[in-house]
């Protein structure tokens, strides 16, 4: 059963922009060491910087938190399967939350100039 949904749509250029203009600060705050190490290693990194936020904004929809419930940039992960498949780890209040019988999937896609992250939680249904 359908929990929650989310989509997001960002343009690559604003996360070039952000990061050239607040560097680490931007960075550090958004991305954890594993999401930074991926992203900074490719050919076009400001596109697979894009994918993460975007991918973050789209959960924190599917969620119905936002971000002023006490969640951070942080607690969302972004990670890639050996296949390619992008995948989430939650930390903190947000692992409890979707650990309730819970699960969520993302799905993220890139043109030259915008990325778009779709998420959906949703629980499993129970055999009666």
Same mark, same amino acid.
């Given at each position: 059963?359908?929990?929650?949904?989310?989509?997001?749509?960002?343009?690559?250029?604003?996360?070039?922009?952000s990061?050239?203009?607040?560097?680490?600060? *931007?960075?550090? !705050?958004?991305?954890?060491?594993?999401? &930074?190490?991926?992203?900074? %290693? @490719?050919k076009?990194?400001?596109?697979?910087l894009?994918?993460? *936020?975007?991918? !973050?904004?789209?959960?924190?929809?599917? &969620?119905?938190?936002?971000? %002023? @419930?006490g969640?951070?940039?942080?607690?969302?992960?972004?990670f890639?399967?050996?296949n390619?498949?992008?995948?989430?780890? &939650?930390?903190?209040?947000?692992?409890?939350?979707?650990?309730?019988?819970?699960?969520?999937?993302?799905?993220?896609?890139?043109?030259?100039?915008?990325?778009?992250?779709?998420?959906?939680?949703?629980?499993?249904?129970?055999?009666?």
């Amino acid at each position: 059963m359908v929990v929650g949904i989310g989509i997001d749509i960002i343009e690559i250029g604003r996360i070039q922009k952000s990061v050239e203009r607040f560097g680490d600060h *931007f960075l550090n !705050k958004v991305f954890t060491q594993v999401e &930074l190490e991926y992203s900074l %290693s @490719k050919k076009n990194k400001y596109q697979h910087l894009a994918a993460r *936020f975007a991918a !973050k904004e789209a959960i924190a929809k599917a &969620l119905a938190t936002g971000w %002023s @419930k006490g969640f951070n940039w942080k607690d969302i992960e972004i990670f890639n399967e050996i296949n390619g498949m992008p995948s989430v780890r &939650l930390f903190g209040k947000l692992d409890e939350f979707v650990g309730m019988g819970k699960h969520l999937k993302i799905t993220m896609s890139h043109s030259e100039h915008y990325v778009t992250c779709f998420a959906i939680l949703y629980t499993k249904l129970q055999n009666n």
